[in-house]
């Protein structure tokens, strides 16, 4: 059980356009999730904390108007990236707390891996 | 100072020798501690948790955990290939299921 779907697995975009992930939750209802980013050789960065019903907390550094977050639902989050650029090119990861399993221990999608062109 | 310390690595043990990951923090107030593994191109798998000072074990896994020198490590016993990735250590940040990751160690395990 506990897990984390993400899509698309990995997307190539041109600058200045819009690509939008997605976060489902397959088996069980996530009220939190969680956005990484990740660039080569480097550790995975939080983002963002994705609320359901509510907006999203973004850590410090991160521009809000730039990466929309949705969490319209239990089971699905969305992260856009809007008029990205090629600095934006990363892997981002989601993640849930896993249920029934203690504070703090998350399952992680499969990550999506953006290249802009 | 970063909050979570890792050697980059690479640490390369020979296959069936026990491999030691340690990781520093520097928060005192962490109460959760967790080891994953990633491979190349992929997301971070768990490998375990430990909450309590002492060692944990699980199977060819043990982590090990002092709070008051405020380091957690993760010894590796019978390395195989398989074993070959990057290891990263992660702090729980407050009550709210957030995860702090260290940089990660890369472990070459070679036959």
């Known amino acids: 059980g506990a897990v984390v779907s993400q899509h698309p697995s990995w997307v190539i975009c041109k600058s200045g356009t819009s690509v939008k992930i997605e976060c489902r939750s397959l088996d069980f209802q996530a009220t939190t999730m969680f956005w990484y980013r990740q660039f080569p050789k480097q550790s995975l960065m939080l983002m963002a904390t994705s609320n359901e019903g509510s907006k999203a907390t973004y850590e410090q550094g991160v521009e809000k108007d730039k990466f929309l977050i949705n969490h319209a639902s239990l089971t699905l989050s969305t992260l856009t990236v809007t008029s990205a650029h090629p600095e934006d090119s990363s892997f981002y990861i989601c993640?849930?707390?896993?249920?029934?399993?203690?504070?703090?221990?998350?399952?992680f999608g499969a990550g999506s891996r953006l290249t802009v062109l | 100072q970063k909050e979570v310390e890792q050697n980059s690595g690479p640490l390369s043990v020979p296959e069936g020798a026990i491999a030691s990951l340690n990781c520093t923090y520097s928060d005192r107030g962490s109460q959760s501690f967790f080891w994953y593994r990633q491979y190349s191109g992929k997301s971070p798998e768990l490998i375990m948790f430990i909450y309590s000072n002492g060692d944990k074990e699980d199977g060819r896994f043990t982590a090990q955990l002092n709070k008051a020198s405020q380091y957690v490590s993760l010894l590796i016993r019978d390395s195989q290939p398989s074993d070959s990735a990057t290891y990263l250590c992660?702090?729980?940040?407050?009550?709210?299921?957030?995860?702090?990751f260290g940089a990660g160690t890369r472990l070459a395990v070679h036959p």
């Open positions: 992660a702090l729980g940040a407050g009550g709210y299921n957030k995860l702090i």
């Open positions: 993640s849930a707390p896993k249920l029934d399993s203690g504070a703090n221990v998350l399952t």
